[in-house]
């Protein structure tokens, strides 16, 4: 892509009313304009991070198992009587009337719309299990929406639903989906932390919370010091023991932020734990029979009586996932992207543009990496070179790659945009380097 072609509105300065360090640099690298309190138009930059963020959860949850579907935002109001939530939720729902006066809400979550689909297609227990999961956008109308993206009132989410016949099996699911979400964040460049979280009226230990660390996170957090160094994609699983194996160490090193779980009480000693702050990603909840009980969603099992359905839920911010990505990568001069889920991998800088000869050969690299299949951004606008080094920072690709006066010699400058270290080399082996 030419930058001179493309919509990225960088800013300057940045805008008053940005209180954390994602908000500021999304809206000054040119990833999203605010259209409304807490409601966002994602540009293309945003939107290539956005599509990156999804396509990881989507293959995740397809590997995990969980089959993909696609429900409205719209829904209809009966339903949440019919689990007695329409009046509990509050005002943060958005209901409205249809020109047939019927009463509809736009919906902030989706277990009682997916309880209801299930329910009508389902009969019997050679049907289970099953996990349903859909990307879709959400509203929740927050009295204070700030933060960005972090705290808006319209958000993607990815949640999914477990339908099982007895709680083993809804252990089951639950644990798939705990081994997804950290296959997934791993795979983003992230390290997630699942922090036990509370479980509610419904009891029991299956509910966490997933956070990534970072230093302006909302949450204060104690984690064991392994969790730095585990790595759940080295973990191969093939069987229920392995899965249960898995499940049993990683939340033995959980991370809380309750009075319960601090150092020195609950049996965790003070000296096996770190303090860090986190930023929460992802949920996921078991619930049992809390929606399938009163929709009515239950099949025949075994011996032939009716069952009724064990339930669980699993979220994963993804809109929110941008900015807390941005939260723990960035510095003074702007974004830094891990390269999975980076806009492009590679931002190409023209400093002399008005020279045929030197654009000659950057067109060269850049035809070269595209068909070697890399996302390649192509600074080619006629603007000063430190204009351009300013603009690449801000935006955050993992690689630059500097055409300047070193090209006369078959020379570019490689700079990688986490660490600084530059390196100047043959354009063959910039090529190799970038295109491995």
Not at 198 to 224: K, M, N, P, Y
Request: with cysteine; hydrophobic share 40%; proline share 5%.
């Amino acid at each position: 892509m030419r930058l001179s072609q493309y919509f990225v509105p960088t800013l300057k300065e940045t805008p008053a009313e940005a209180q954390i360090a994602s908000h500021r640099l999304m809206l000054r690298a040119g990833l999203i304009r605010q259209t409304s309190a807490g409601i966002y138009a994602w540009l293309p930059l945003g939107l290539r991070v956005l599509r990156k963020i999804e396509n990881i959860v989507r293959e995740e949850q397809n590997a995990a198992g969980a089959i993909e579907v696609l429900m409205p935002t719209l829904q209809p109001a009966d339903l949440w009587r019919q689990s007695g939530r329409y009046e509990a939720y509050g005002k943060e729902m958005l209901r409205i009337t249809d020109r047939h006066d019927r009463e509809m809400l736009y919906g902030p979550t989706n277990e009682e719309m997916i309880t209801d689909l299930f329910r009508r297609e389902i009969r019997t227990y050679r049907d289970l299990p099953r996990n349903l999961y859909h990307i879709q956008w959400k509203f929740r109308d927050e009295i204070r929406p700030r933060f960005g993206v972090m705290r808006g009132r319209e958000f993607l989410m990815k949640d999914a639903y477990s339908f099982d016949l007895d709680f083993e099996g809804a252990k089951r699911s639950y644990r798939k989906m705990f081994l997804a979400y950290l296959r997934t964040f791993a795979r983003m460049g992230l390290k997630a932390i699942p922090m036990r979280a509370d479980s509610g009226a419904i009891g029991g230990d299956l509910s966490h919370e997933f956070v990534i660390l970072a230093d302006t996170g909302e949450s204060a957090a104690f984690c064991h010091p392994d969790w730095m160094q585990a790595d759940p994609l080295g973990e191969r699983i093939t069987s229920d023991e392995e899965l249960s194996s898995f499940f049993g160490k990683y939340t033995a090193l959980y991370a809380a932020t309750d009075e319960k779980h601090v150092p020195g009480k609950a049996g965790i000693p003070e000296e096996q734990v770190v303090r860090a702050r986190g930023i929460e990603v992802g949920h996921i909840f078991y619930f049992g029979a809390k929606y399938s009980e009163p929709l009515g969603a239950k099949v025949k099992g075994p011996d032939g009586a009716e069952t009724t359905l064990e339930m669980g839920s699993y979220g994963i911010g993804v809109s929110r996932l941008v900015g807390a990505i941005i939260e723990a990568g960035h510095d003074g001069n702007g974004i830094v992207w891990p390269e999975p889920v980076a806009p492009f991998k590679v931002g190409l800088l023209n400093l002399k543009a008005n020279d045929a000869h030197a654009t000659g050969v950057v067109e060269d690299i850049y035809g070269k990496l595209q068909n070697a299949g890399v996302e390649v951004l192509l600074d080619d606008r006629d603007e000063r070179p430190g204009a351009k080094f300013a603009d690449m920072d801000l935006i955050g690709l993992p690689w630059q790659l500097v055409g300047g006066r070193g090209l006369e010699k078959g020379l570019v400058e490689v700079k990688c945009r986490k660490t600084g270290a530059r390196e100047e080399i043959s354009i063959e082996s910039a090529l190799r380097k970038l295109a491995g």
